[in-house]
């Protein structure tokens, strides 16, 4: 069992921060990639960010320059530091992680954060 529990979402106006951590645990042997999806109301799940356990990053085209992904291997945690937050960003944000527990592999995923960004 692997559980990833996300954290840091909230209301903030445009133009503001937050910062969201998912910390991953359980039966984990090592974590390959990392990420971060949103879902905006009436909308499909959406990549935000995703980062290897080497450290290369990708982003959806409509977070760069503003978001930036970082992840903490000891800790099995991986964070997300929102800035210049636009109302557009509100969404439900989740987190991602391909895990190998042993001999296999799991794609998990947490229950989500809500961000809210008022305009």
């Known amino acids: 069992q692997v559980q990833l529990v996300e954290s840091g979402g909230g209301l903030v106006q445009a133009g503001g921060s937050l910062r969201l951590s998912c910390a991953a645990s359980?039966?984990?042997?090592?974590?390959?990639?990392m990420g971060w999806y949103r879902q905006a109301p009436g909308k499909q799940r959406e990549l935000v960010a995703t980062i290897t356990s080497g450290g290369s990053t990708n982003y959806a085209d409509s977070v760069k320059g503003r978001f930036t992904i970082s992840r903490d291997n000891a800790k099995n945690t991986v964070y997300l530091q929102m800035n210049s937050l636009k109302p557009e960003d509100t969404a439900v944000y989740y987190c991602n992680a391909d895990v190998l527990t042993g001999p296999s592999g799991m794609d998990c995923w947490g229950k989500g954060t809500l961000v809210t960004v008022s305009s």
């Open positions: 359980g039966s984990i042997f090592s974590i390959n990639a």
